[in-house]
């Protein structure tokens, strides 16, 4: 299909969706709980999808995505909130906003650098979606030259990679969290000649480990834990005055708002990074592009607009490897990967035959999510930010009822309960090591994907490994991977450090060049 025909299709699905009033009323109030949810600290946008995916199970599939995109959308932005107002983040993707937000704030134009958030990640969403329209398609049409060598190496590249650019402080942490999911994931009968595996002679580990206890438990024990054990308690937030941008101010930081969304999405499209990154990326950028970087960090708007259209942006670059590969790309989109397989949506290359609308009306539900966030955002700003005085423990309780439900609610089988809890105690004691959590969630969803087709590769070639260096796409693959863990060896990445410190040394000009060095002039005794 050509471009025209694409955006022809796509506003096609705006008309559908629009013509029903129930959508309406859940786009809306989806997206205004999600601002919620971003808006307090503890509740993340992994977090809001998480418990909303429990609530969608009887629901059309055009409802619930819908309803979790709205989610999605409100929480990346609603977390600028309190990071703006107090000071304290309500997700780790709008951290950077606290930057020049709150000092912003500080100075009375709180009300200001709300609107610019509010404008700017509708902006960034906007250009996500139009990546997702034009490139899905694209990456689709490759990934069908696929074949069982190549998906399992884009698996566990998947998983290598999330490891790689997820870890705190050591590189091999993120890869042995990827490792724990992907041995989690062999448990139960093989797909292929179902075969038990370490079920331990107990029935209800037959069919494997269900996806959605297992993120329940791996987000949402670990954040009830935390901010119970540090009793949160949020100030007094400041007055919001006037929301509405001026155009003026958007127009001044229009390049930044396009460099930062190009960020966003390219960062959005790497397996497993997420929005916080995106917007660290962004707001290094323009602060290092900027003419008087010494502004940064006293409340400079292009700051904040470029922290917030990053983040936004990298909703739609999130959704790129998710639909055409089956590879989330952010925490959030794991959640939204596990949403799908409940309702029988297998996304990745197939997915263009298998629903051949299915990327055009996902990019247009992104569209009307973001749409109905700039509308929540601008109306009930000052509604929502009330909210942020009462102490986020409360809401904790309430967090754990509903992961409970709706990990029982999944089947109506009590295993899951057992099955959350402990992973979920484990994934606390695990961040508290410092270990990323996203890397053992990507291996759960991505292991069945690797396990099955590295098996179906060698009973293909008979136990030959050579088909994955002659295969063109296959040894690309394989190269990259032992890129990625070359590139983390201490040596290495000293030199390459080196390297480009010194390819950016700034170079000497004539003037400097032509002038004589200056030395200084010999002391002189006082008593000559």
Not at 238 to 261: M, Q
Not at 343 to 348: C, D, K, L, R
């Amino acid at each position: 299909m050509d471009v025209f025909g694409q955006f022809g299709t796509f506003f096609g699905s705006i008309v559908s969706l629009l013509a029903d009033p129930r959508n309406v009323v859940i786009l809306f109030g989806a997206s205004f709980l999600g601002i919620g949810f971003g808006a307090l600290p503890g509740l993340t946008a992994t977090l809001g999808v998480a418990l909303l995916t429990t609530l969608t199970y009887g629901l059309p599939l055009e409802t619930a995505l819908i309803a979790l995109l709205g989610m999605y959308v409100g929480a990346v932005y609603g977390g600028s909130y309190p990071a703006i107002l107090v000071n304290i983040p309500g997700t780790a993707a709008s951290a950077a906003s606290a930057m020049e937000g709150y000092p912003l704030a500080q100075r009375g134009e709180g009300g200001r650098a709300l609107g610019l958030t509010t404008t700017a990640s509708f902006i960034g969403t906007a250009i996500g979606m139009v990546c997702l329209v034009m490139v899905a398609p694209l990456i689709a049409e490759l990934a069908l030259q696929f074949t069982s060598y190549e998906f399992f190496l884009l698996a566990f590249f998947g998983i290598l990679i999330s490891g790689t650019l997820t870890s705190g402080d050591l590189v091999i942490k993120g890869w042995i969290a990827g490792l724990i999911g992907l041995a989690l994931s062999t448990i139960g009968r093989d797909r292929l000649q179902f075969y038990p595996r370490f079920t331990f002679d107990q029935p209800a580990l037959d069919t494997g480990l269900e996806v959605v206890p297992v993120l329940i438990g791996a987000f949402a024990i670990p954040q009830i834990i935390r901010v119970l054990r540090d009793e949160l308690q949020l100030g007094e937030p400041k007055k919001v005055r006037r929301i509405l941008p001026e155009i003026r101010t958007i127009l001044y930081n229009l390049k930044h708002i396009v460099r930062s969304a190009m960020i966003g999405v390219g960062i959005g499209a790497v397996p497993g990074i997420g929005e916080d990154i995106a917007g660290w990326v962004s707001y290094g950028a323009a602060k290092n592009t900027s003419k008087q970087p010494e502004k940064f960090g006293k409340g400079e708007p292009s700051g904040l607009v470029s922290t917030e259209t990053a983040n936004n942006a990298c909703i739609g670059g999130a959704l790129i490897p998710l639909l055409t590969l089956g590879i989330p790309g952010s925490p959030p989109a794991v959640m939204l990967l596990g949403a799908l397989m409940i309702h029988g949506v297998t996304v990745g290359p197939m997915i263009t035959f298998d629903r051949p609308g299915f990327i055009t009306e996902v990019t247009a539900i992104l569209l009307l999510a973001s749409a109905a966030m700039w509308v929540n955002g601008m109306l009930l700003a000052p509604q929502v930010v009330k909210v942020l005085r009462a102490p986020a423990a409360l809401f904790m309780p309430v967090v754990a009822v509903l992961s409970v439900i709706g990990s029982y609610a999944l089947g109506l089988n009590i295993f899951n309960l057992y099955l959350m809890v402990p992973i979920g105690l484990a994934a606390y004691f695990l961040t508290e090591w410092k270990y990323p959590i996203s890397p053992l969630v990507i291996g759960v969803i991505l292991g069945p994907m690797a396990d099955e087709n590295l098996r179906r590769a060698l009973m293909v070639s008979r136990g030959d490994p050579t088909p994955f260096f002659t295969r063109p796409v296959s040894l690309l693959l394989v190269i990259a991977c032992v890129l990625l863990v070359v590139a983390q060896i201490p040596a290495v990445r000293r030199g390459r450090q080196r390297l480009f410190a010194r390819l950016t040394r700034p170079r000497p000009t004539e003037a400097d060049q032509s002038t004589p060095e200056r030395r200084p002039a010999p002391p002189v005794n006082e008593g000559d």
